[in-house]
């Protein structure tokens, strides 16, 4: 067991050496090609990460926009793109990155361990596209669907050791210069001992996390932002008129932004979509006269595909498309200076189409869910009638064969006894868990890991240098050549 233990380590030494060699090959060679055409610089850069977004999540997505819609031929703006290629996303230590070690690659061109943002194995700080397109006086925008600290977002405009640091990157934000922030995380900028009458946009207390009295919205607000925040920042989001210059923050909700589905489908949330908050992005980055940098994360797509949840996943990879719609709107009024760039940081969940020896999809059974799995999480609480009664009406699961309620009473078994699966590391609640696969098995569809797995990306591109974007190739190659092509200087 030990020889084969030690035979498994070196034999992934050995491809991910391999795997950096192949790519510093293949950077050589596209240095070279870029370098012999004459490439228009892009004024104007959006730069789309689907967070846990494979090609099944933007397959799968793509066959349930055909199937509710009733049109076959109907695409997601984003498989529509002219250019495309596949790329690897390990981390420098291990061939299944987390989004700390996925983000800095896509953001500085760099492969780092896991857990670290945007620096290299010695500490050094790597400097992110978004931190080069303010030195060639452009402006920047931040946006994402979870909480701006998050791993995604920090690694464009923050430098850390761990990404768990979220209350020191809130203030790395502070020197970031970015003109215009949204999205969740409210609780990192706000002192220890903070108290305020309104809610979070979930209808929820405001909260801090800080472990210090940093007042991090005061000192924006005294470094000229407009800051916003809470269910007060979403009316005050939708009100408000950028002019040229302004500089933006508006946290709506202490962690997350709700999920679609959930928001969709619940009275009491009411959070700008991941295009309404892209939308105003570029109605206030594309004043500067010397054109902007864009990153726009879907942070939940991965945070719906971790509890295996395929409504909410399906669901959240539409929303995010949206927003790519509204940027590929922009860029039919400016196809000569627009860079449209779609990328995920890594699969997440194992995502399946299929399952045993049925060859269909039968993703209609989806249509009837109105809630994340997540939000489901603790339904449970004894009474078996009643949770039958809920997955019925919450999820569309009524009908059940014999074989589905024992899955499902084995689930709630396994709460009444207080047992956690060993394969269920992040501790989901049983009971939800055994809901969503039978809802997933009715669709066709089979998950494969609660994490993230090493499964390659696609990407895809329009607009100026985007046919620079083809073949395959790893995550840090995106960034290089998303560089190279709008003249920006990485490490």
């Known amino acids: 067991m030990k020889k084969r233990i030690i035979g498994i380590a070196l034999m992934t030494m050995m491809i991910l050496s391999l795997s950096l060699q192949s790519n510093d090959i293949f950077k050589t060679v596209n240095r070279t090609v870029l370098a012999n055409t004459s490439v228009k610089t892009p004024k104007y850069i959006f730069y789309f990460i689907g967070d846990g977004m494979g090609t099944s999540q933007r397959q799968i997505s793509e066959y349930y926009l055909q199937e509710i819609s009733g049109d076959k031929d ?118 220890m001992d903070f108290t305020d009458n309104q809610t979070d946009a979930f209808g ?25 925040y809470g269910l007060k920042g979403v009316e005050e989001f939708r009100n408000d008129v950028l002019e040229k210059g302004d500089k933006y923050l508006n946290l709506f909700t202490a962690s997350h932004l709700p999920y679609t589905i959930d928001d969709d489908n619940n009275d009491k ?134 074989e589905e309620k024992a899955i499902i009473d084995k689930g709630m078994d396994m709460v009444d006894k207080g047992i956690i699966d060993s394969g269920n590391a992040y501790k989901y609640d049983e009971a939800a868990m055994a809901v969503t696969h039978v809802l997933s098995e009715r669709a066709g569809i089979y998950w494969t890991s609660y994490a993230h797995t090493a499964t390659q990306i696609p990407m895809s591109a329009i607009g100026v240098g985007a046919e620079n974007y083809n073949g395959f190739m790893d995550n840090t190659t995106i960034a290089e050549i998303t560089a190279e092509i709008a003249g920006l200087k990485l490490n």
């Open 74 to 191: 109907r695409k997601l703006v984003m498989n529509t793109f002219p250019h495309s290629a596949i790329n690897t996303t390990h981390s420098l230590n291990t061939l299944i990155t987390d989004s700390a070690a996925a983000g800095t690659a896509l953001a500085t061109g760099h492969k780092t361990n896991n857990g670290v943002i945007s620096k290299d194995t010695e500490g050094n700080n790597l400097k992110t596209l978004i931190e080069s397109a303010e030195e060639k006086g452009m402006a920047t925008g931040l946006v994402s669907t979870t909480r701006i600290t998050h791993a995604t977002p920090a690694v464009f405009a923050s430098h850390n050791e761990s990404r768990g640091n979220e209350n020191d990157i809130a203030v790395d934000y502070l020197d970031s210069g970015v003109d215009y922030i949204v999205g969740g995380g409210l609780r990192h900028f706000l002192p």
């Open 204 to 228: 929820g207390k405001i909260y801090s996390k800080r472990k210090d009295d940093k007042n991090v919205l005061a000192e924006f607000r005294n470094q000229g932002y407009k800051v916003r």
């Open 269 to 402: 949330y009411d959070v700008p979509t991941l295009a309404e908050i892209t939308s105003k992005g570029i109605d206030l980055l594309s004043k500067d006269d010397d054109g902007f940098f864009f990153m726009i994360e879907g942070g939940r797509i991965d945070h719906a595909c971790h509890p295996n949840d395929p409504s909410g996943t399906i669901m959240d990879t539409l929303a995010f498309d949206k927003a790519v719609e509204e940027a590929y709107e922009f860029y039919k009024k400016h196809p000569q200076d627009t860079l449209i760039i779609v990328v995920g940081d890594h699969e997440t969940g194992g995502l399946g189409m299929g399952v045993n020896t049925d060859y269909f999809l039968n993703l209609q059974e989806l249509e009837k869910a109105t809630m994340s799995i997540e939000e489901f999480q603790g339904s449970y609480t004894g009474d078996r009638r009643e949770y039958y009664k809920m997955i019925g009406e919450k999820f569309g699961l009524t009908d059940l064969s014999d």
